[in-house]
């Protein structure tokens, strides 16, 4: 097998591509019991008689290519599917795999990734290599694929994942919700969120935003809820200015009722704490923050983890952008406070190859925001916003890296930037800020 990405090199692969997930999902919340029934459209990029996909925690009972039964192995996080011949690069096969357990995160460098019970509930943490704790996949950004995700659950709860609610239907005190996502995602992304939640539109405070806006909260949540995230509109309309269109026809909100560290992006949508609704700018924040992932790491998704500051530098930028919006402070001083802040930590950090044990670490998102600034102050804001809108619109929905990111900034400038961001790319020690 050929791993996908030495970050993840227990993930993925670059032997096969899944165009689409179909997946039939029963969930028994209580004793956490999933039963699951995976329908995978599998493109193969190489000659074999062996197909490798991902599944953690979960045992296989039953896999078959095109109808015929097929033998399998599991090892670690691998499940080996054995042919009964050899099928040639660029077959099509229809791949089902039924399996079942008790799902739960995987450990990794990172913590905790994947499936994991809520207080009351289900919640979903895919980045980098979760998704596997929960279907069989290729677990990795590189593979994105259309998806259909089917889960019956009891019917006081509400399950919320990925693309539009296209059916619910109740039986004997239980709910089934089909959900489809016709945009292509990332494994990581995909997501199921169960729980006692209402689902219910966001009214904007002024103008709303160019797409629909929904919630999904506990009824004691609701008020709050709507209260701290009405700015999404303005958000929204701001970064819209910047980036170009948003990606996706609507955007939702979970909002949990379990304090959540950090919060989630998903596509289209996040997922919050309750303390991700405080009247504090730590807060704002990061509502602005994962809203920008639609455009930075769902639309536009890393080829290769190792330029995750495409994701996370964007993203924190994103939230510059917004503070000068909503005049909490100019991106050049948000700049050079957060330069100082970098300044006074280890200068041992490659931007644009932080290494697996890294990134995600906090000057990943901060050295991005600064690169993209130093960009910005030395182009001008009317070159920059060129800039993002053509990045966004040339790569919607695909895939993208560094050099597709400078390539085109060359492109849009007329004159090579890599005196500009190289020192903040490929060096260590921190550049000085232009003036």
């Known amino acids: 097998m050929t791993p996908a990405d030495s970050y993840t090199p227990d993930s993925g692969t670059s032997e096969l591509s899944v165009e689409h997930y179909d997946l039939t999902l029963d969930y028994r919340i209580v004793p956490n019991r999933l039963a699951g029934h995976a329908q ?30 097929v033998r399998w192995r599991q090892h670690g ?5 054995h042919a009964r011949r050899e099928y040639p ?9 039924a399996y079942s357990g008790n799902p739960e995160p ?16 289900v919640l979903v943490a895919g980045q980098p290599n979760g998704a596997a704790t929960w279907f069989p996949c290729n677990d990795h950004p590189s593979n994105k694929a259309s998806y259909r995700i089917s889960v019956l659950v009891e019917s006081p709860y509400t399950v919320i994942s990925n693309g539009r609610l296209v059916t619910t239907s109740r039986k004997a005190g ?18 199921v969120q169960i729980g006692q939640y209402e689902r219910t539109e966001l009214a904007p405070l002024g103008r709303p935003g160019p797409v629909p806006l929904t919630v999904a909260c506990s009824r004691s949540m609701r008020q709050k809820a709507h209260r701290a995230l009405a700015k999404q509109h303005n958000m929204m309309q701001v970064f819209s200015d910047w980036f170009g269109p948003y990606p996706f026809d609507h955007y939702g909100v979970v909002v949990t009722d379990d304090v959540l560290e950090i919060p989630l992006e998903s596509q289209p949508l996040s997922i919050l704490g309750p303390n991700h609704l405080e009247a504090t700018w730590e807060a704002e924040r990061l509502v602005a923050h994962e809203l920008a992932h639609q455009w930075f790491g769902n639309s536009l998704t890393l080829g290769q983890w190792s330029d995750i500051w495409l994701n996370e530098g964007f993203a924190c930028y994103a939230e510059w952008l917004w503070a000068e919006a909503a005049e909490r402070g100019t991106a050049d001083e948000l700049a050079r406070v957060h330069w100082n802040l ?15 044990a890294d990134m995600f670490d906090d000057r990943i998102y901060k050295r991005g925001a600064l690169t993209l600034h ?33 390539r085109l900034a060359a492109e849009i400038t007329g004159e090579s930037i890599s005196p500009i961001v190289d020192p903040w790319l490929y060096e260590e020690k921190l550049p000085r800020l232009p003036h």
């Open 174 to 191: 239980r709910t089934r919700w089909v959900w489809e996502s016709k945009a292509p995602l990332a494994p990581y992304l995909a997501t």
């Open 89 to 97: 690069r660029d077959a099509l096969l229809n791949v089902e795999i």
């Open 106 to 121: 995987a450990m990794g460098m990172w913590g905790d990734v994947g499936w994991e019970e809520l207080e009351d509930g």
């Open 40 to 69: 995978l459209r599998v493109r193969l990029r190489a000659q074999t008689s062996e197909l490798a996909l991902d599944l953690a925690g979960l045992r296989v009972t039953k896999a078959t290519i095109d109808g015929a039964r």
């Open 342 to 356: 970098l300044d006074s930590q280890p200068q041992n950090l490659v931007l644009a190859d932080p290494g697996p």
């Open 374 to 406: 130093a960009l910005r102050r030395r182009i001008g804001d009317e070159s920059f916003r060129r800039l993002l809108q053509a990045w966004t619109q040339q790569y919607q929905h695909g895939h993208v890296s560094t050099e597709d990111f400078l």
């Open 77 to 81: 996080r691998k499940l080996t599917l």
